[in-house]
């Protein structure tokens, strides 16, 4: 895998690119903006040079928020689709190679299919709108209630939705959601029944990314609790399994562990550790 993290930006776009280089990542996931910030023409150029002289192979970018594109209620899809259209144009501005996001809900009082629907249809008036020419990524999430995407199947069915002529679609996969979803990473034998089924389910090559992160919540409990690699309930065997294997060598896999001083470079000196043996 192509190893990297996600930094903040808050202190700025040229600050998280420094974070990459510090860290000697390959490749970095950020936001689309900070806070009340949104760059222009000219800070967004300089970010794309920046980001040529520092070699990094890989950029994604992440959705700010949660957007409600599978809402019932047609004043709520339209303001998802406003802040999706500007996060897209975002994410070309600043050269990002994919465009991270997390399906949302449907309302209450509606079906899964339902929320598939108008997260598919929403999707596709921003992506015309923007005429986005990028890879957007689904991840999964760790699933209960009315989340779309916690399962390998939801999420394949949202693919399926957005059908031709919708964006370029391919997924994003985290292993602390998977976790809290019910899929077992902890062991050999469960990471790989989870990718033989990811590649059944998914197809040949659609995983476009992970999301590393070791968790402290149950298995199967739909609770999300990143933490730090091999201190958590997956441990390193199951993360030793995924880095090694070849079909993902060109994957970014991003660290979103906590942030406390020091812990992007040892979580990442872990990863490399257990990809080279």
């Known amino acids: 895998m192509i190893l990297g993290v996600h930094a903040s930006v808050f202190r700025g776009l040229a600050a998280a690119l420094e974070e990459a280089r510090a860290l000697d990542c390959a490749a970095l996931q950020i936001l689309p903006y900070r806070r009340h910030h949104f760059p222009g023409a000219e800070e967004l150029a300089a970010f794309r040079a920046a980001r040529a002289a520092l070699g990094?192979?890989?950029?994604?970018v992440h959705s700010r928020y949660v957007?409600?594109?599978?809402?019932?209620?047609?004043?709520?899809?339209?303001?998802?689709?406003?802040?999706?259209?500007?996060?897209?144009?975002?994410?070309?501005?600043?050269?990002?190679?994919?465009?991270?996001?997390?399906?949302?809900?449907?309302?209450?009082?509606?079906?899964?299919?339902?929320g598939v629907g108008h997260f598919a249809e929403s999707v596709r008036r921003a992506a015309k709108e923007t005429e986005f020419a990028g890879t957007l990524l689904l991840e999964n999430v760790p699933g209960g209630g009315r989340r779309l995407g916690g399962t390998l199947e939801e999420l394949a069915r949202l693919r399926e939705a957005l059908g031709p002529r919708g964006p370029r679609a391919a997924f994003c996969l985290d292993t602390?959601?998977?976790?809290?979803?019910?899929?077992?990473?902890?062991?050999?034998?469960?990471?790989?029944?989870?990718?033989?089924?990811?590649?059944?389910?998914?197809?040949d090559g659609a995983v476009g990314a992970f999301h590393l992160n070791d968790t402290r919540a149950l298995l199967g409990s739909h609770r999300e609790h990143h933490w730090h690699l091999?201190?958590?309930?997956?441990?390193?065997?199951?993360?030793?399994?995924?880095?090694?294997?070849?079909e993902f060598a060109d994957v970014p896999g991003i660290l979103e562990t906590p942030k406390t001083p020091g812990a992007d470079a040892e979580n990442l000196a872990l990863a490399r550790r257990l990809a080279s043996s």
């Open 56 to 60: 990094l192979r890989v950029l994604l």
């Open 67 to 114: 957007p409600s594109l599978g809402s019932s209620d047609a004043a709520r899809r339209a303001v998802s689709v406003a802040h999706l259209v500007k996060e897209l144009r975002l994410t070309a501005g600043l050269g990002g190679d994919a465009y991270v996001l997390h399906a949302g809900a449907y309302s209450p009082g509606a079906e899964a299919g339902d």
């Open 176 to 203: 602390a959601h998977a976790w809290a979803a019910g899929y077992d990473l902890s062991a050999a034998e469960g990471v790989l029944r989870f990718v033989a089924r990811a590649r059944r389910l998914l197809g």
């Open 230 to 246: 091999g201190k958590g309930r997956i441990g390193v065997e199951g993360l030793r399994t995924l880095l090694h294997r070849e």
